[in-house]
């Protein structure tokens, strides 16, 4: 069990890792790091080639006037030990650190010699000593402490010398030599030091500078994960004009339209599922009296006529939900095809005059000039057909007409209007006349149809709620716009404009 755990530990380790490793925050600190090393690198390489170029005469005058400077005393101290008979070593003498003295007679014996100087050093001196009486520059032999680094400062072997010959009266007694090191900062060496702590401090500030700026987004992922279906009102409270604050805005946005998508859907399941249980209960109940309590086969008949009557009612809600969800997913072609509104108008007036009667409700019609428009017949026919039969339902027992009238409008729109005189709609429900199962004050009425109609001894028509819904849908599929008037006590007007296709003035 032990190594089992310490493997599933081990993989968590290397999990996290990687989940570190491929963080944003971790990508652009690296991408901070890449460019800032190439930066120096390359700036680094620039200024070292600068240097050697430009500052190696520099280099050189200077210390050669500091060699004219050390060389003069040192004559002197040597040609008065040499006049006195003393030892030319045991002379006291103050040098600079990694200065060379050589002094030697003209035949070549070796009188005193300072600073790091091999055998083969001092024979390379010896032999261009002899050359040349100017000054030049010579690379020694290296020693155990003759190359050594401090921090950015480095020294080489390279040597510049001067030659200066000492004199008694008119004889030249000896030979003097002094070399100081060519040496000064190398420019690797200091952007090495330097460069370490730049890229620490980009490492440092680009981590920090990434977490800053990726802390917005951590906001909005724990958010998003803490958010479910049933708690959309949170919102992201980011007060920034960024791109942040931008992105916090366009997810505040999103969350308001999924919570009244939501809002929607759950209404509309639970309108769906009222409307279909009215009729479901009905049947049930009468199926049950059937079975326990009728006995005259015309009772059952009233039954039977009763569950097709609510099942036709079930099915005219099923078809309509099914259009309309068709349509919401656009999975619905409109067909193009050039339709007369004239047509269509007297089509419905047709088709539901049966019903006008029946409800003791005239159904006139205005002008119908043709009106030609680019559409599908099907879909407006069901359009024209809703319309009318809403204002038939929904005024019959109160008023007693319907009318239907067409007209043109600017030269390209072609108006529909379909006018009751039935009860209206209080103003603050027309902004919802069109959701799917909404009702205009059920109670007052429904209430007052119903007692009309027990008077009457006339059939209530039932109707699936979704009717204004599906007119709504077949306007806008068609680039078209519908718009309702209503008053209470003086009926409602319904009027829809649709982009005309060819208009032509001819009454029929």
């Given at each position: 069990?032990?190594?089992?755990?310490?493997?599933?530990?081990?993989?968590?380790?290397?999990?996290?890792?990687?989940?570190?490793?491929?963080?944003?925050?971790?990508?652009?600190?690296?991408?901070?790091?890449?460019?800032?090393?190439?930066?120096?690198?390359?700036?680094?390489?620039?200024?070292?080639?600068?240097?050697?170029?430009?500052?190696?005469?520099?280099?050189?005058?200077?210390?050669?006037?500091?060699?004219?400077?050390?060389?003069?005393?040192?004559?002197?101290?040597?040609?008065?030990?040499?006049?006195?008979?003393?030892?030319?070593?045991?002379?006291?003498?103050?040098?600079?650190?990694?200065?060379?003295?050589?002094?030697?007679?003209?035949?070549?014996?070796?009188?005193?010699?300072?600073?790091?100087?091999?055998?083969?050093?001092?024979?390379?001196?010896?032999?261009?000593?002899?050359?040349?009486?100017?000054?030049?520059?010579?690379?020694?032999?290296?020693?155990?402490?003759?190359?050594?680094?401090?921090?950015?400062?480095?020294?080489?072997?390279?040597?510049?010398?001067?030659?200066?010959?000492?004199?008694?009266?008119?004889?030249?007694?000896?030979?003097?030599?002094?070399?100081?090191?060519?040496?000064?900062?190398?420019?690797?060496?200091?952007?090495?030091?330097?460069?370490?702590?730049?890229?620490?401090?980009?490492?440092?500030?680009?981590?920090?500078?990434?977490?800053?700026?990726?802390?917005?987004?951590?906001?909005?992922?724990?958010?998003?994960?803490?958010?479910?279906?049933?708690?959309?009102?949170?919102?992201?409270?980011?007060?920034?004009?960024?791109?942040?604050?931008?992105?916090?805005?366009?997810?505040?946005?999103?969350?308001?339209?999924?919570?009244?998508?939501?809002?929607?859907?759950?209404?509309?399941?639970?309108?769906?599922?009222?409307?279909?249980?009215?009729?479901?209960?009905?049947?049930?109940?009468?199926?049950?009296?059937?079975?326990?309590?009728?006995?005259?086969?015309?009772?059952?008949?009233?039954?039977?006529?009763?569950?097709?009557?609510?099942?036709?009612?079930?099915?005219?809600?099923?078809?309509?939900?099914?259009?309309?969800?068709?349509?919401?997913?656009?999975?619905?072609?409109?067909?193009?095809?050039?339709?007369?509104?004239?047509?269509?108008?007297?089509?419905?007036?047709?088709?539901?005059?049966?019903?006008?009667?029946?409800?003791?409700?005239?159904?006139?019609?205005?002008?119908?000039?043709?009106?030609l428009v680019c559409g599908d017949s099907q879909h407006l026919s069901r359009m024209m057909m809703n319309l009318v039969e809403n204002a038939i339902k929904y005024t019959s027992c109160i008023g007693k007409r319907v009318s239907i009238e067409l007209a043109c409008e600017q030269g390209r729109w072609g108006v529909i209007r379909v006018q009751d005189d039935g009860p209206g709609i209080a103003e603050e429900h027309l902004p919802y006349l069109f959701d799917r199962f909404y009702r205009v004050d059920k109670a007052?009425?429904?209430?007052?149809?119903?007692?009309?109609?027990?008077?009457?001894?006339?059939?209530?028509?039932?109707?699936?709620?979704?009717?204004?819904?599906?007119?709504?849908?077949?306007?806008?599929?068609?680039?078209?716009?519908?718009?309702?008037?209503?008053?209470?006590?003086?009926?409602?007007?319904?009027?829809?404009?649709?982009?005309?296709?060819?208009?032509?003035?001819?009454?029929?």
């Open positions: 069990m032990k190594p089992r755990t310490q493997r599933l530990s081990h993989t968590s380790h290397i999990s996290s890792l990687i989940s570190f490793l491929s963080s944003v925050r971790v990508r652009l600190t690296l991408w901070y790091l890449v460019t800032i090393t190439f930066i120096l690198l390359m700036l680094g390489w620039a200024v070292a080639t600068a240097q050697a170029n430009l500052s190696a005469d520099a280099l050189d005058n200077q210390i050669e006037t500091q060699l004219y400077q050390d060389i003069q005393p040192l004559a002197h101290t040597y040609r008065q030990a040499l006049l006195d008979g003393q030892p030319p070593a045991s002379q006291h003498i103050t040098l600079s650190t990694r200065e060379v003295v050589l002094l030697f007679r003209p035949a070549g014996t070796i009188l005193d010699t300072r600073g790091p100087l091999t055998d083969q050093a001092i024979s390379q001196i010896q032999t261009r000593a002899g050359s040349s009486q100017a000054p030049f520059n010579l690379t020694l032999p290296p020693t155990h402490t003759s190359t050594h680094s401090w921090g950015w400062w480095s020294t080489t072997n390279d040597y510049r010398l001067l030659v200066a010959p000492i004199f008694n009266k008119d004889s030249r007694i000896a030979i003097l030599m002094v070399g100081l090191p060519r040496e000064g900062h190398t420019m690797p060496g200091f952007w090495v030091f330097h460069g370490v702590i730049l890229l620490l401090i980009t490492i440092i500030g680009g981590y920090w500078l990434a977490s800053k700026a990726m802390r917005p987004m951590r906001m909005i992922t724990r958010m998003a994960n803490e958010i479910n279906a049933t708690d959309l009102r949170r919102r992201l409270d980011l007060k920034r004009r960024d791109e942040f604050g931008e992105l916090a805005a366009t997810f505040n946005q999103m969350l308001s339209r999924l919570e009244a998508a939501f809002k929607r859907q759950s209404q509309f399941t639970a309108d769906a599922s009222h409307e279909l249980r009215t009729p479901l209960t009905i049947i049930a109940l009468e199926i049950n009296r059937a079975l326990t309590q009728i006995q005259i086969p015309e009772e059952y008949r009233q039954v039977l006529e009763l569950v097709q009557s609510e099942n036709e009612q079930m099915i005219g809600i099923v078809n309509s939900l099914m259009l309309l969800a068709r349509a919401d997913t656009g999975r619905i072609e409109i067909q193009q095809e050039t339709v007369d509104l004239s047509d269509i108008a007297l089509g419905s007036v047709e088709r539901l005059l049966p019903l006008a009667q029946q409800s003791q409700i005239s159904l006139s019609t205005g002008d119908l000039p043709e009106l007052r009425t429904h209430g007052q149809k119903k007692h009309a109609r027990a008077a009457s001894n006339i059939a209530e028509p039932e109707g699936t709620g979704l009717g204004l819904a599906i007119v709504q849908w077949i306007v806008q599929a068609h680039s078209g716009e519908v718009h309702v008037e209503s008053k209470i006590g003086a009926g409602t007007l319904f009027a829809i404009r649709l982009p005309l296709l060819k208009q032509k003035m001819t009454n029929r």
